[in-house]
């Protein structure tokens, strides 16, 4: 499982073209020839891009689901919705499909947020509106989500 850390303030130009950051680059090092899948995220409006192999391992998952069930196809229609492959071309730049850039509404100035296993594009100022919180907010969201767990990580 891919571990991408950081979180990078970049400009997009007028053709929709970023230039990925070089720590990006450094620890994605083995996997930027395999290319990436750039998507709309669930939660926000902002976008996903994945390393093609954890891609991979999500489209795994997404493929285990039954059919035969209307939710489980609608889920799949809109999970996939807007996905596409990407590349970073020669100069090490990256284009964003100018329907995802709608979607997202990114403008100029966008932040790139490692999500573990991903990297969550941002217009700034959404991104700077969705990470603004109180912190006894966060402190009672921390213990819902994570008080009840079993500290140890596993491998």
Do not use: H
């Not at 970023?18 to 926000?44: C, D, H, T, W, Y």
């Not at 296993?117 to 969201?141: G, Q, R």
Request: with cysteine; net charge negative; hydrophobic share 40%.
């Amino acid at each position: 499982m891919t571990n991408i850390i950081g979180t990078y303030e970049c400009k997009v130009d007028v053709k929709g073209r970023l230039m990925f950051p070089a720590a990006f680059k450094n620890q994605l090092e083995g996997s930027i020839s395999e290319g990436f899948v750039i998507k709309r995220s669930i939660f926000r409006k902002c976008l996903e891009l994945y390393p093609m192999a954890e891609w991979n391992l999500e489209s795994k998952r997404i493929n285990n689901l039954n059919r035969f069930v209307k939710k489980n196809v609608d889920f799949i229609r809109k999970f996939m919705a807007g996905v596409k492959t990407v590349e970073l071309d020669s100069a090490g730049r990256l284009l964003i499909p100018k329907d995802l850039t709608l979607y997202s509404n990114i403008k100029k100035e966008i932040v790139l947020a490692s999500v573990v296993n991903k990297i969550e594009i941002w217009d700034k100022s959404e991104y700077e509106a969705a990470v603004d919180y109180d912190p006894d907010e966060f402190a009672n969201l921390a213990e819902d989500v994570m008080g009840d767990k079993e500290t140890e990580a596993k491998d």
